[in-house]
């Protein structure tokens, strides 16, 4: 019965492919007689499968899958027929549901197909969160897509909670909406599902759908509050920080973590030492030289936990320990090459000033006849009466010997 259900399957799946068919759900029944079974219609927020039937039968087995093959199937004594809610089918790729009576030949076989050209959907689709509550959604316009169609992002948070459109678009040429960007994104436990359709002028557009679990797709802020504490006596250092921020957990329990230490003045040819992997938040490096320089990063990923197993971002970088002590040597250098600049600076002065009086002597000023003397002049006059008088007293001692 399987064989012949996938065959059936299959044949709806190739109608689908060659020739598009605008109908949610269509069905066919044994060729011999008409089928009781009618009006077979799927609630997919409830996943619950219902029908009409001309006959009362005491029980029933439903059938759904999706294109993997991957079935789901209950019975029950009257419709309708619900599945598993945590059932996530994505249903642009197609849906088969096959009801039947037991012990008997009496069956329905439907498939539900997406309406639209094909290849007008969007290609590589993805979505990442980040900085806790930021999520960012990306794609691409369907290889086949008119020039004119544009695109339209809906999505769910959960089951049971309100559908809703994209507030702020990325738009990409032509004004098309490639991306969408949210805020205050809550991470839940169940998968969220999004839904992008588009619309244009020339044909109608294929509908992409897609369940995602928002934690997986979560990028991990760096650990909090990362302090090194080092002693000379025992040579060491202990490294404390805090787990990540995250919207969802609690746990300390839930990260692992990754530490990396390398020393700062090795050149960079030189074999870096590996990561070390940790689960608590303590690590002891007992490789500790006071006299070299480190620098330490850290990250973190989920571990057993609702938490992305993706490494998260690195923590800035923190150095610790004493190193060469390059600084007496610095302020001896600079000290030095101040003294050397100001020398030069006043050699350079000097030269342009002597430079300057050579080239521009003073001018020396006309006397001025008029003008009263001055305590210069009286100076003079006053030296030339001093030394008249000397002359005239070495005359009179001569005549008298």
């Known amino acids: 019965m399987f064989d012949i259900l996938g065959l059936i399957c299959m044949i709806w799946w190739s109608m689908m492919l060659f020739h598009p068919l605008h109908a949610d759900i269509q069905c066919m029944g044994p060729k011999a007689q008409e089928s009781p079974i009618t009006n077979v219609k799927m609630n997919w927020r409830k996943m619950e499968l219902s029908w009409e039937s001309s006959k009362n039968f005491s029980k029933y087995q439903c059938t759904i899958m999706d294109r993997n093959m991957e079935r789901v199937e209950k019975e029950v004594n009257s419709p309708p027929c619900r599945f598993p809610v945590e059932q996530h089918l994505r249903l642009h790729e197609g849906v088969f549901f096959v009801i039947e009576v037991p012990n008997t030949n009496i069956s329905k076989n439907c498939a539900f197909i997406p309406e639209g050209m094909n290849g007008s959907a969007i290609e590589n689709f993805s979505c990442v969160i980040y900085n806790v509550s930021l999520m960012n959604c990306t794609w691409q316009a369907g290889r086949d897509a008119p020039g004119d169609t544009q695109y339209f992002l809906y999505w769910q948070n959960s089951r049971y909670g309100d559908e809703m459109e994209c507030e702020l678009y990325i738009k990409g040429e032509n004004g098309r909406n490639m991306g969408c960007r949210f805020q205050n994104v809550r991470i839940e436990t169940e998968k969220t599902y999004f839904l992008v359709n588009g619309s244009s002028k020339d044909s109608l557009i294929q509908f992409y759908d897609e369940y995602i679990q928002l934690y997986k797709i979560e990028i991990l802020t760096p650990p909090l509050n990362v302090t090194v504490n080092c002693t000379r006596d025992p040579a060491g250092?202990?490294?404390?920080?805090?787990?990540?921020?995250?919207?969802?957990?609690?746990?300390?329990?839930?990260?692992?973590?990754?530490?990396?230490?390398?020393?700062?003045?090795e050149a960079k040819e030189e074999k870096k030492d590996h990561p070390v992997k940790v689960r608590n938040n303590r690590y002891e490096f007992q490789n500790y030289n006071e006299k070299k320089r480190y620098i330490l990063k850290i990250r973190a990923r989920g571990k057993n936990c609702l938490v992305s197993s993706n490494w998260g971002e690195w923590s800035e970088l923190i150095e610790f320990g004493q190193g060469k002590d390059y600084y007496f040597f610095v302020i001896l250098f600079l000290i030095a090459l101040g003294t050397i600049s100001v020398a030069l600076l006043l050699y350079c002065l000097f030269k342009w000033y002597c430079s300057f009086k050579s080239i521009f002597p003073p001018v020396p000023q006309p006397r001025d006849k008029f003008k009263l003397s001055t305590d210069e002049d009286i100076q003079t006059e006053y030296v030339y009466l001093s030394e008249k008088i000397c002359t005239e007293e070495v005359s009179m001692a001569e005549e008298m010997t």
Do not use: A, G, M, R
Request: glycine share 0%.
């Open 237 to 265: 250092c202990i490294i404390t920080w805090q787990p990540p921020l995250t919207s969802h957990v609690e746990n300390v329990n839930c990260f692992q973590y990754e530490i990396s230490i390398q020393k700062k003045d």
